[in-house]
């Protein structure tokens, strides 16, 4: 841990020397250039808040996540939008995106614009792309890839500006693809990945960056010796194989869940999440590494404020950016209250329990993905869509 730290002070140092900062996710790099000041005191603040832990950050997020829809076009086996989400779906409008941006954007470095649901069901994604990208945020999206088979719509985020799409693909036949991503149909997901990818070429722009992601799992397991030609062949940046996750349906571990989860975990254990011999036997941490409290909130597409991703059905709201500032959420009383237990025991807060970073292995930001590989971008000459 120390080591960390220091390490994370040595970057603070370089970085404000520089004004350039290198940051991964999901191993991919992103790189700033030309920061001001004040994003880089702030992300130090930010740090040392996730450090000491108090009730009120000494910071403002530099990572955000905003759900722009809760609606999906498929219905993924162990999604909770599949089971029902316990809260109403809708897509968020353009005013709330744009006034949380106004407020806190000028700190951010990323922002992931999916949550729960397929976000380019919503129109209005566009607008926020290149809101957020104007405002010098690197933005990140994640999609089932089929609306993109669709060129008005492969046009429209290349020239929206986003800067990476992940596209699950979670098979590489119909009947393995199929088993997950029901509803589904495989061969819409590559044309939508052909239609990108020839689109930006076709206009000469190397963004967005394609991310071709693989949930390993026990039924696509062994396609992952044919994953890496496919790739190469559809034109993709980059491939990332993600650990399953088995924490999913109900992540406030409040009931029986419906679907044998081991079903799903892959024989090798590279691939595992967590780190024991079954589920129910994995390793819980000692110290929770999650810094979610401190940093890196969601907002639900009504604008509630949310600690992450893992309260799908909005069991523990923050705050509402229809009655509040987001500076008000972030400092108020329920964000302080989630702070003092997690300072406390973490564990005994139901959606900390049985997040999967409580359990060995399961960090989000480091450890979920299991290998990255990535493919040299075919020399273009670049200009703006």
């Not at 219905?75 to 353009?94: K, Y």
């Not at 941490?285 to 991703?309: E, F, L, M, Y």
Request: hydrophobic share 35%.
């Amino acid at each position: 841990m120390r080591a960390h730290h220091r390490n994370l002070v040595w970057q603070g140092v370089r970085a404000l020397a520089t004004r350039r900062l290198r940051i991964y996710g999901d191993l991919i790099p992103y790189d700033f250039e030309r920061l001001p000041l004040r994003k880089i005191l702030n992300a130090g603040l930010v740090e040392a808040s996730v450090l000491y832990k108090p009730l009120r950050p000494w910071g403002w997020p530099t990572h955000l996540m905003v759900e722009p829809s809760a609606h999906c076009n498929l219905s993924c086996t162990l999604c909770p939008v599949t089971a029902g989400l316990e809260r109403p779906q809708g897509h968020m409008d353009f005013r709330t995106f744009k006034r949380v941006i106004d407020e806190i954007g000028e700190y951010l470095f990323t922002l992931l614009l999916w949550d729960w649901g397929e976000p380019f069901t919503n129109p209005a994604i566009y607008e926020m792309i290149a809101y957020a990208g104007g405002k010098g945020i690197k933005t990140i999206s994640s999609s089932n890839g089929h609306l993109f088979a669709r060129q008005d719509h492969a046009d429209k985020v290349i020239r929206a500006g986003l800067d990476t799409l992940i596209v699950a693909v979670d098979g590489l036949t119909q009947e393995t693809y199929a088993r997950y991503r029901q509803g589904g149909q495989l061969d819409q997901a590559l044309a939508g990945i052909r239609t990108l990818v020839a689109r930006k070429r076709a206009l000469g722009v190397t963004k967005p960056l394609v991310n071709f992601r693989f949930i390993v799992m026990r039924h696509n397991e062994h396609e992952i010796p044919t994953l890496k030609e496919l790739a190469r062949s559809l034109g993709v940046n980059a491939v990332t194989l993600k650990t399953f996750n088995p924490c999913y349906q109900d992540p406030y571990g409040a009931k029986e869940e419906a679907v044998k989860r081991e079903d799903y975990l892959p024989q090798d254990r590279r691939y595992w999440r967590f780190h024991g011999d079954s589920i129910a036997s994995r390793v819980r941490r000692k110290r929770n590494p999650c810094k979610q409290p401190w940093d890196h909130p969601a907002i639900h597409w009504n604008g509630v404020v949310c600690s992450c991703t893992f309260d799908p059905h909005e069991q523990y709201p923050l705050g509402d950016l229809r009655q509040q500032t987001f500076r008000a959420i972030w400092s108020g009383a329920p964000y302080r209250r989630l702070r003092r237990q997690f300072r406390k025991d973490w564990s005994q807060i139901p959606l900390c329990g049985q997040c999967t970073y409580a359990f060995e292995g399961g960090a989000c930001r480091n450890e979920t993905i299991a290998e990255a590989i990535f493919f040299p971008e075919p020399l273009q000459p670049v200009r703006h869509a």
